[in-house]
């Protein structure tokens, strides 16, 4: 049974750094491409971004590109939402997601079958 674990989230100032991590069970991360979704009440869920299984393909909305950096640990089989200058509209649940070799897009949302319970992000302006 693969199971993902976010951890790191918290309240901080706008243009600070945070960093998440999603650790992985039942499964190696190298086997699996992991996203990062969030959500924010009352509104939909958001890619973020994601990397691929091969460990070399990363893609990111827009709105994080250049701020938001996705990595992963082979050894300690976690991946990482690296965050930085962040903004008060960067405020929601994050969760990671992981999905087994498939042809979907990184984005899409919907291909990701392992989900973890989400971790709190709140960006004070």
Avoid at 19 to 38: E, F
Avoid at 70 to 97: G, W
Wanted: glycine share 10%; charged share 15%.
């Amino acid at each position: 049974q693969v199971q993902l674990a976010e951890s790191g989230g918290g309240l901080v100032q706008a243009g600070d750094s945070l960093r998440l991590s999603c650790a992985v069970s039942g499964r190696a991360v190298s086997t699996i491409s992991v996203a990062w979704i969030r959500q924010v009440p009352d509104k939909g869920r958001e890619f973020v971004g994601a990397i691929h299984w091969n460990g070399r393909t990363t893609n990111y909305a827009d709105s994080v590109q250049g701020r938001f950096t996705i990595s992963r640990d082979n050894a300690e089989n976690t991946a990482y939402l690296q965050m930085s200058n962040l903004k008060p509209e960067d405020t929601a649940v994050y969760y990671c997601a992981g999905r087994a070799h498939g042809a979907y897009l990184l984005s899409s949302i919907e291909s990701y079958t392992y989900w973890g319970q989400g971790t709190q992000v709140i960006v004070s302006s």
